[in-house]
């Protein structure tokens, strides 16, 4: 899978694109992320990429022009399935829309930032809008990396263990049971003892009652939701 981001603050994703599962993927050969600074496609003599709202509202607008370059400039190499831009106002990124990213071969990110974009990208250039959560903040680069983190994880062969993103909480709907490891008892803090009984089948059936149990009490809501 090819990822790139265009963005006007390429420092924010420094960091975690070269650290974490991201930079595991880029080493086994299974994603590369590019990094694209939009300032690199302003035909602006002072490589300005935003501009006052015609609106007169505050707060600076991304322009159009460098944004258009820098995906114009992407597309005519390779054929991507969707260009996202990352907004609070856009859909809700879930645990199912990272499930169907993963299996993409080419994606853009446009991150957004300061007060907003010009519509006219939103309108034609973008072909879906996801957002992190019902909040604000300063510019779409960690929703971004959010979203990044959660597809790149679940391409096969990037964690060690291949089936543990198949037991992630919200991959069939639930929060993820408890889980335990040595000591069997800590201060006489038992481990329940099905997990200790060696019975697979038990064993199952007891991870998703606990699977139920904990999403009825912390989450009812994903059970009107569940698939
Ligand atoms: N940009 C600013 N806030 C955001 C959010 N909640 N989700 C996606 N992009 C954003």
Redesign the pocket.
């Known amino acids: 899978m090819r990822i790139d981001i265009i963005t006007g603050v390429p420092e924010l994703l420094d960091s975690p694109v070269n650290h974490s599962i991201i930079k595991r993927a880029r080493d086994k050969g299974l994603a590369e992320v590019h990094i694209h600074n939009l300032r690199d496609h302003s035909k602006d003599k002072h490589k300005k990429i935003d501009d006052y709202a015609f609106s007169g509202d505050a707060g600076m607008v991304l322009n159009i022009q460098p944004i258009d370059d820098a995906i114009d400039a992407l597309t005519r190499e390779r054929e991507y399935q969707e260009i996202i831009y990352?907004?609070?106002d856009?859909a809700p990124f879930r645990q199912h829309t990272a499930n169907q990213l993963s299996t993409c071969e080419n994606l853009i990110f446009l991150c957004?930032h300061y007060k907003g974009i010009d519509q006219r990208v939103r309108d034609h250039l973008v072909t879906r809008e996801?957002?992190?959560?019902?909040?604000?903040?300063?510019?779409?680069e960690l929703?971004a990396v959010v979203m990044v983190d959660c597809i790149i994880r679940l391409i096969p062969g990037v964690l060690s263990d291949e089936t543990s993103a198949l037991t992630d909480s919200f991959q069939d709907g639930l929060l993820a049971p408890p889980v335990y490891t040595r000591p069997a008892d800590y201060k006489g803090w038992r481990v329940p003892d099905i997990l200790l009984s060696g019975n697979a089948a038990e064993i199952e059936k007891w991870k998703f009652e606990q699977s139920l149990e904990r999403t009825k009490k912390l989450r009812p809501d994903l059970l009107h939701d569940r698939p």
């Not at 996801?130 to 779409?140: H, N």
């Open positions: 990352t907004t609070p856009g957004g996801l957002s992190i959560g019902d909040y604000v903040m300063t510019g779409g929703a």
